[in-house]
């Protein structure tokens, strides 16, 4: 058993939980970064890869255990891939869906990130 509580194993109130599964193979998802919203990111079962880029440097973690999560921040450009037959994400995130708080256009992101 793996249990998660609000506040205590991660910085945020969980407002949102949805998975990813049946992704087929050679397919990707992701592809975004959120301005605001923070994620906990737990292969369920199977495993995927998560490339995080912060638009100077990107770095992969390789999701294949369940007790194990990655918490992905705001600001971050992810992309999952390499999803093995049967994997589940399952993703705890710190909002409800906000179409406002997406950024889909990577020169959008890297201009995002000037600002800041």
Not at 49 to 54: F, H
Not at 66 to 85: E, T
Request: hydrophobic residues 35%; contains cysteine.
């Amino acid at each position: 058993m793996s249990v998660v509580e609000n506040q205590k194993d991660i910085p945020f109130d969980i407002k949102r939980v949805y998975y990813l599964y049946d992704v087929p193979g050679g397919e990707s998802r992701g592809a975004h970064a959120h301005k605001e919203l923070y994620q906990l990111m737990i292969a369920a079962s199977g495993s995927f890869r998560v490339t995080l880029d912060d638009g100077q440097e990107k770095k992969s973690f390789y999701l294949n255990r369940p007790y194990q999560g990655l918490l992905v921040k705001p600001g971050l450009w992810r992309d999952l891939s390499d999803f093995s037959s049967g994997a589940v994400c399952l993703v705890l995130a710190s909002e409800v869906y906000d179409e406002n708080d997406y950024i889909r256009n990577y020169r959008d992101f890297l201009a995002f990130k000037k600002k800041q």
